[in-house]
């Protein structure tokens, strides 16, 4: 958060950067690695993506900006949950289905972990 921005607004330009992570990069699994270099290198299966979206989701959490128990819940499943070493359908299915619960563009899952039960 920068000096003068309210967490109103920094949850709104962490939902921009989500946004732009979810719509602008591919979800294909191309069949060579693709590096940050390649011309064409916007693809979700790259370590930088992951490391992107992460990272957005962690500053929310930290900032409190986003307060709906579900959705922190959620977040916070999702990034204990790691992927597959080789990113598989279901890593990207799962991490678009966060960025679709964090825009509000789908419901939260009622998550209960196993030390809250």
Known sequence: MTEH???EELQIRLNENIRMLRDAYSNEI???IVHSTDENNKFKVRGAWWAALGGNLRVSLREGTITDP???SNIENF???PKSEMTTKEDIDRANK???I???DEPPEDIHHEDNK
């Open 30 to 32: 191309p069949e060579n």
């Open 98 to 100: 966060i960025i679709n």
């Open 79 to 81: 990034l204990d949950t």
């Open 102 to 104: 964090v825009l509000g």
């Open 5 to 7: 921005e309210t967490p």
């Open 70 to 72: 579900l959705v922190r």
